[in-house]
């Protein structure tokens, strides 16, 4: 095998959590008399976790007077409204699935906060797939290369040379160049060709069930 590890992302690349995370940021916004955003807003708000999404939901950002309330208050709410629409992308579960059976060692790297991001390991992926690295607030987030060194730490790999790194957006290829890893980048996730096309992956895929041809 030419990769023996592969590292995921987790918002448009396994999961489709596009609506749940729009629906949840507009109810806040709603609740607190802010204008809410349209799913395409969101889509361009997503890729540097939970608290990037409200800085750049709220009118004022950070300097919004009740920024602390309205992001703790959001993330309690997402925690409990993430699995309304959220789904795996068309093909997801059958390729993790092949991908253990061959072997193959994985683990979720995101930049979604940790209790969400086990709760939806635990409802899609286990036990294919059994560690995820998400923000628990004690490291930085991707695209520093922290979270991918404490993935490969617990999956108690060394040979970063035969780890593939698979994301959809420019965060994703910055993670996995600061990283020193080769990636794949998803055209069917969060992103268009009109921002990754910038970037050089070892190949852009439109169907997860490609990545069974490039590991080998």
Same mark, same amino acid.
């Not at 540097?48 to 300097?63: F, I």
């Given at each position: 095998?030419?990769?023996?590890?592969?590292?995921?992302?987790?918002?448009?690349?396994?999961?489709?959590?596009?609506?749940?995370?729009?629906?949840?940021?507009?109810?806040?916004?709603?609740?607190?008399?802010?204008?809410?955003?349209?799913?395409?807003?969101?889509?361009?708000?997503?890729?540097?976790?939970?608290?990037? +999404?409200?800085?750049? &939901? /709220?009118?004022?950002?950070?300097?919004?007077?009740?920024?602390?309330?309205?992001?703790? #208050?959001?993330? !309690?709410?997402?925690?409990?409204?993430?699995?309304?629409?959220?789904?795996?992308?068309?093909?997801?579960?059958?390729?993790?699935?092949?991908?253990?059976?061959?072997?193959?060692?994985?683990?979720?790297?995101?930049?979604?906060?940790?209790?969400?991001?086990?709760?939806?390991?635990?409802?899609?992926?286990?036990?294919?797939?059994?560690?995820?690295?998400?923000?628990?607030?004690?490291?930085?987030?991707?695209?520093?290369?922290?979270?991918?060194? +404490?993935?490969?730490? &617990? /999956?108690?790999?060394?040979?970063?040379?035969?780890?593939?790194?698979?994301?959809?957006? #420019?965060?994703? !290829?910055?993670?996995?160049?600061?990283?020193?890893?080769?990636?794949?980048?998803?055209?069917?996730?969060?992103?268009?060709?009109?921002?990754?096309?910038?970037?050089?992956?070892?190949?852009?895929?439109?169907?997860?069930?490609?990545?069974?041809?490039?590991?080998?």
């Amino acid at each position: 095998m030419k990769y023996e590890t592969i590292l995921f992302d987790l918002d448009g690349t396994l999961l489709y959590t596009l609506e749940d995370l729009t629906d949840s940021i507009n109810y806040m916004l709603d609740k607190y008399g802010l204008p809410t955003h349209s799913i395409d807003d969101v889509r361009r708000f997503v890729g540097n976790g939970l608290r990037m +999404l409200v800085v750049r &939901a /709220l009118p004022e950002g950070e300097a919004y007077e009740h920024f602390d309330e309205f992001f703790h #208050e959001f993330v !309690a709410y997402y925690n409990t409204h993430n699995l309304i629409k959220t789904k795996p992308y068309d093909g997801i579960l059958d390729t993790t699935k092949k991908l253990s059976k061959m072997g193959i060692k994985m683990a979720i790297v995101t930049n979604k906060g940790q209790t969400a991001s086990e709760s939806l390991l635990n409802d899609f992926f286990a036990p294919d797939i059994s560690i995820v690295i998400g923000d628990n607030g004690k490291h930085p987030r991707k695209p520093d290369p922290a979270p991918i060194n +404490l993935a490969l730490d &617990a /999956l108690n790999i060394t040979d970063r040379s035969k780890v593939l790194y698979v994301g959809d957006s #420019e965060v994703d !290829a910055a993670t996995a160049e600061n990283s020193g890893l080769d990636y794949v980048l998803c055209t069917y996730g969060f992103r268009g060709m009109d921002v990754l096309g910038q970037f050089h992956p070892v190949a852009f895929i439109d169907h997860s069930s490609e990545l069974l041809d490039i590991i080998k």
